[in-house]
C-alpha cells in the first residue's frame, strides 16, 4: 500500500513510515479507542463539525478526553491534505486511551494519543452503483448496546470483521448484521435503508447502531423529497418484500443493493435485481450536497 508522508500526530507532523505511536499504546493492546473517517472533496472535508460531535460522544462513552477543539482539529486536518498534496482524500482519526502499564486498569493512562492520516479515496468501481451490489446477511449478530455499544464508534472491531469474513465467504461487498434480539442492525461500515410504497425505513438507533452522519443526510435529503420516513425495527422479512434498499456511509455515499443472500445461502433479489430510483435520487442529492 502506498503510504502519505506525513501523518498528523498530537499536534505534529511526522513521517508516516517512521513510529510514532508506543507498543504499550491501549488502542493497539486492547482495541481502547475510537475513531473517525471522513470524506475529503476537492479538499474540504465534508461535513467536518458532525463527525467531531460523533468523535466527542464516542470519546465521552469510553472516558477519554479530546483535547482539541472542533476549529483547530479542522485546520489541522486541512493541513494534513495540503502537506501530503491530496484533494480527494480520506481522512481518519483515531483516538486512543494512550500508553500504560499491561492491564485493563485505564487510570494509569491519562494522555489520550491522537493521530489523522490523509489517504487516497477506495475505489468503489462505478459499475456498482449501477448494478448495485449483493449484500450477506451475517450469522454474527452486533455487538449489543449492553455489551460494546455500536452508536461510539470504537477502534474495537472485531465483530464488524468478523461479518465482513462471511461477506466475503458470500462474494458480497457487504454484510448486514442483526441485533441479539433478531431485529435488522447496520453493516460493517455503512447504515440501511429500504423502501416500501413511499416510506422510506431504516432501523432505528435503539436496535443498536451507529447513527450515521450520512444516514441523517440522507433521511434529510428524503423528507425533501416528500418520502415519509419510518424509523423502527425491522426484520430480515421486511427487507426481502421492499422495493429498494440501499446503504449509506462516509466512503460508500449511497449504495444500491440489488441482491441479499441470507443466512442459508439464498439469494433474494430486491426490485428484480435492478437498482431503483429513489437510490438514484438520493444518490444524486446527496452528490449535489457536495458540490454546495
Ligand atoms: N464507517 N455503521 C458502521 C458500523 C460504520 O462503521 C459506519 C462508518 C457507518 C456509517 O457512518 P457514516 O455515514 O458516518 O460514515 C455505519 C466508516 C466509513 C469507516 O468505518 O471507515
Redesign the pocket.
Known amino acids: 500500500m502506498k503510504l502519505p508522508q506525513k501523518i498528523w500526530i498530537d499536534g505534529k507532523f511526522k513521517d508516516s513510515r517512521k513510529p510514532a505511536v508506543s507498543v504499550f499504546d491501549r488502542g493497539f493492546l486492547y482495541g481502547d479507542g475510537v475513531?473517525?473517517?471522513m470524506r475529503v472533496y476537492g479538499r474540504k472535508i465534508f461535513h467536518f463539525p458532525?463527525?467531531y460531535q460523533?468523535l466527542m460522544r464516542s470519546a465521552r462513552g469510553l472516558g477519554i478526553k479530546v483535547k482539541y477543539a472542533c476549529a483547530s482539529l479542522h485546520s489541522a486536518a486541512e493541513k494534513l491534505l495540503q502537506v501530503n498534496g491530496l484533494k480527494e482524500a480520506?481522512v481518519?482519526i483515531t483516538l486512543t486511551r494512550g500508553q500504560g502499564p499491561l492491564g485493563f486498569d485505564p487510570r494509569p493512562c491519562q494522555n489520550p494519543v491522537m493521530v489523522m492520516a490523509a489517504v487516497p479515496v477506495p475505489n468503489h468501481a462505478q459499475i456498482l452503483y449501477q448494478k448495485g451490489i449483493q449484500l450477506a446477511l451475517a450469522r454474527v449478530r452486533r455487538n449489543p448496546r449492553v455489551s460494546i455499544d455500536?452508536a461510539f464508534?470504537s477502534i474495537n472491531?472485531l465483530n464488524?470483521i468478523f461479518a465482513k469474513m462471511e461477506a466475503i465467504k458470500q462474494k458480497s461487498y457487504e454484510a448486514l448484521m442483526l441485533n441479539t434480539e433478531g431485529y435488522l442492525a447496520?453493516?460493517?461500515?455503512?447504515?440501511l435503508f429500504f423502501v416500501k410504497g413511499n416510506i422510506l425505513h431504516t432501523p432505528s438507533l435503539d436496535c443498536g447502531?451507529?447513527?450515521?452522519?450520512?444516514?441523517?443526510?440522507v433521511i434529510q435529503l428524503a423528507k425533501k423529497r416528500g418520502l415519509k420516513i419510518k424509523e423502527g425495527f425491522f426484520v430480515p422479512k421486511d427487507l426481502f418484500l421492499a422495493h429498494e434498499v440501499f446503504i449509506?456511509?462516509?466512503?460508500?455515499e449511497v449504495m444500491p443493493v440489488a441482491r441479499i443472500v441470507d443466512e442459508k445461502a439464498r439469494v433474494h433479489k430486491i426490485n428484480k435485481g435492478r437498482v431503483g430510483c429513489w437510490a438514484k435520487t438520493l444518490r444524486q442529492d446527496y452528490q449535489e450536497e457536495i458540490v454546495k
Do not use: D, F, M, Q
Open positions: 475513531y473517525e473517517t458532525e463527525h460523533r480520506v481518519r455500536p464508534k472491531n464488524n447496520e453493516g460493517t461500515i455503512s447504515n447502531l451507529l447513527a450515521g452522519v450520512t444516514r441523517g443526510l449509506t456511509s462516509t466512503t460508500l
